[in-house]
C-alpha cells in the first residue's frame, strides 16, 4: 500500500512526520512477524526537493506522483490553510484522490481537501482553533461541532490538529491490518491505540474557562466567580449561592451566565468537576477520593457523569492511565 503524505510549504512538522512514523513501525512490525512489508510511504510535494515547515525543519519530498497511490495524507500548515484551488497541490489532489483508495488530512489540511471539492457533503473535522473557519470559508463542508479526534465519511478521513495525526494513522492502520498490529504500534511509539476518556480535542473544563474569560471580560464579577469556581469546588455552587456572590436575582445571572458563556452556571460547574476528577484520576487517586475532592456528592455521582460524558467508568479511566503509567 503506497501512502503519500502531502506537505506544502509551512506545513506543520508533527503534521508531516507523526503519520509517517505510524505507518513506517506498522510495517516494520509486520516484517518483524515474517510478513510483506505493508506500506511504503514518502513525502510528496510539488516539484519535490525540500519543504521548509513552520519550525524550520527541512523535509526531504518526492515530486507529487503521476500514478495511483492507495493513501494520500494532507499535513496541515499555515501554507495549506491559504492554498487556493489553482495550488499546484491542490490541482494534484483533485485529479489523484478518484484514484486512490481513501484520501486523508491532519488539522487545516482539511483546508485542502475542501478547497478540491472532496469534503463537499461530507463530516470532517479540523484544529479546533480553525473549524469555524472552515465551515464559513467552505459551507458545503459539514464541520462536526463536537471537535472529535478524527472523522470518517466514505473514504475520506479527516483529523484534528497535531499529533491527532498519529490518532488517525493508528486507526488507518487498524483497519487495514487489525487492532493487534495496531496495538503494536501504538506500544512502541509509546500512545494510546484510543485516547480515553472520550474523543474531545481538547479539555472541555479549560474550553470553559476560555470562554468565561474572554467572553466575561466586559462583566468583571462574572469572570472573577469563574476563577472562584476552579478553586472552590467542594463548595455549594448551586445557581442560588452563585447569584448570591454575583449579586444578582437567581434569573438574571442564569441568563447572564449563559449569554456570556454558552453555557448554564449547572453545566459549567459539572464540566469543572469532571476535569478536576479527570485529573485526580489520571495521578492515581481513589475513585472515592476523587469524587470528593471534585465536589461530587458521591462517587456513585461521578460514575454517571463519567458515563454520561466520557462513555468511560471512573475506575476504568484510572486503570487506563495507571497501565500506561
Given at each position: 500500500m503506497?501512502?503519500?503524505?502531502l506537505?506544502l510549504?509551512n506545513a ?6 507523526g503519520?509517517l512514523e505510524?505507518?513506517d513501525t506498522?510495517?516494520?512490525?509486520v516484517a518483524a512477524r515474517?510478513?510483506?512489508?505493508p506500506y511504503?510511504?514518502?513525502?510528496v ?6 519543504v ?6 527541512a523535509?526531504?519530498a518526492?515530486?507529487l506522483?503521476?500514478?495511483a497511490?492507495?493513501?494520500?495524507v494532507v499535513?496541515?500548515g499555515a ?6 484551488g489553482d495550488d499546484p497541490?491542490?490541482?494534484?489532489l483533485r485529479r489523484?484522490?478518484?484514484?486512490a483508495?481513501r484520501?486523508?488530512?491532519?488539522c ?10 472532496l ?6 473535522t479540523?484544529?479546533w482553533?480553525y473549524r469555524?473557519?472552515l ?6 463542508v459539514?464541520v462536526?461541532p463536537?471537535?472529535?479526534?478524527y ?5 475520506v478521513?479527516?483529523s484534528?490538529g ?7 494513522a493508528?486507526a488507518?492502520?487498524?483497519d487495514?491490518l487489525?487492532s493487534?498490529v495496531?496495538?503494536?504500534v501504538?506500544?512502541?511509539l509509546v ?6 476518556g472520550g ?6 473544563g479549560?474550553a470553559?474557562?476560555?470562554?468565561v474569560?474572554a ?5 468583571e ?5 469563574g ?7 467542594s463548595?455549594?455552587?448551586s ?5 448570591a456572590r ?5 434569573r ?8 456570556e458563556?454558552?453555557?448554564t452556571?449547572?453545566a459549567?460547574v459539572?464540566?469543572?468537576r ?8 489520571e495521578d492515581g487517586?481513589?475513585?472515592d477520593t476523587?469524587?470528593r475532592?471534585?465536589g461530587?456528592a458521591s ?5 454517571r457523569?463519567?458515563?454520561r460524558?466520557?462513555g468511560?467508568?471512573?475506575?476504568a479511566y484510572?486503570?487506563?492511565?495507571s497501565?500506561a503509567a
Open positions: 503506497r501512502v503519500v503524505v506537505a510549504p506543520q512538522s508533527l503534521d508531516v512526520v503519520p505510524v505507518f506498522a510495517a516494520r512490525v515474517g510478513g510483506e512489508r511504503e510511504v514518502a513525502i510535494a510539488p516539484g519535490g526537493g525540500f521548509r515547515s513552520s519550525s524550520g525543519l523535509l526531504g518526492d515530486p506522483p503521476r500514478g497511490v492507495d493513501t494520500i499535513a496541515g501554507g495549506v490553510r491559504h492554498a487556493g497541490g491542490i490541482a494534484w489523484a484522490a478518484p484514484r483508495r484520501v486523508t488530512s491532519v487545516t489540511g482539511a483546508f485542502a481537501l475542501a478547497a478540491a471539492g469534503l463537499d457533503g461530507r463530516s470532517a479540523t484544529h482553533a469555524a473557519a465551515a464559513r470559508d467552505f459551507p458545503a459539514r462536526d463536537d471537535d472529535p479526534i472523522v470518517r465519511d466514505g473514504g478521513w479527516t484534528a497535531v499529533t491527532a495525526g498519529m490518532d488517525l493508528l488507518l492502520v487498524e487495514d487489525g493487534e495496531a496495538l503494536e501504538a506500544r512502541w500512545v494510546f491505540l484510543k485516547r480515553p474523543q474531545a480535542q481538547f479539555s472541555a479549560l470553559a474557562q476560555t470562554a474569560a467572553a466575561a471580560a466586559g462583566r464579577p462574572l469572570r472573577e466567580l476563577a472562584w469556581m476552579n478553586d472552590h469546588l463548595a455549594d455552587l445557581v442560588g449561592a452563585l447569584a454575583a449579586c444578582l436575582s437567581e438574571q445571572f442564569t441568563r447572564a451566565w449563559r449569554a458563556t454558552g453555557q452556571p449547572a459549567y459539572e464540566t469543572l469532571v476535569e478536576r476528577a479527570r485529573a485526580l484520576l487517586v481513589a475513585v476523587a469524587a475532592e471534585s461530587f462517587a456513585e455521582v461521578l460514575r457523569v463519567f458515563h460524558r466520557l468511560v467508568a471512573p475506575s484510572r486503570e487506563r492511565f497501565r
